[in-house]
């Protein structure tokens, strides 16, 4: 019987296990996202985010708690400094968990664990974008294709002199 056992062993030994989510979390901080499989994923998502409780409350104690954890300095002033205070007031729930399919090599069903502070971002950018007019875009496209033309005109002036030069070598060799 399972009762009042937590966790998923993963395939492997406890320090074995330790160490994954450990580096799924390190990785996460890091990269803001990644790519695991599913289960691996559920897994590191309450792992790091009991960390990332922890880390909001910003102490010596605290900073030293999360350092057992993750092994790379930069990525717990990282999360101390930009991670915690992006999270802001969010009482929990401070990462995401997406569904991908499944890997082709081995049929794994395949997730990607996000940040979902840090995925709103890349959101509010693309609206950004969206919001511009049609006479700017007219303007920026239209300021792309005379430059590219004028560089196709001088590539192919190169082109045509190089071929003048190599067809007249090659009369001369004859």
Known sequence: MRHRVKGRK???TASHRRATLNALATALFTHKKIKTTVAK???????????ITK????SVANRRYVARF???KDVVKELFNEIVPAIG???GGYTRVVKLGRRLGDAAEMALLELVDFAEGVEKTKKVVKEKTVEEKAE?????????????IEDATIVEETTEAESEDKKDDK
């Open 10 to 12: 993963l395939s492997r």
């Open 41 to 51: 994923a559920k897994e590191a998502r309450s792992f790091a985010e009991g960390l």
């Open 55 to 58: 880390a909001k409350t910003d």
């Open 70 to 72: 993750i092994n790379d």
């Open 89 to 91: 007031e969010r009482p």
């Open 140 to 152: 920026i496209v239209s300021e792309k294709t005379e430059v590219v033309t004028e560089d196709k």
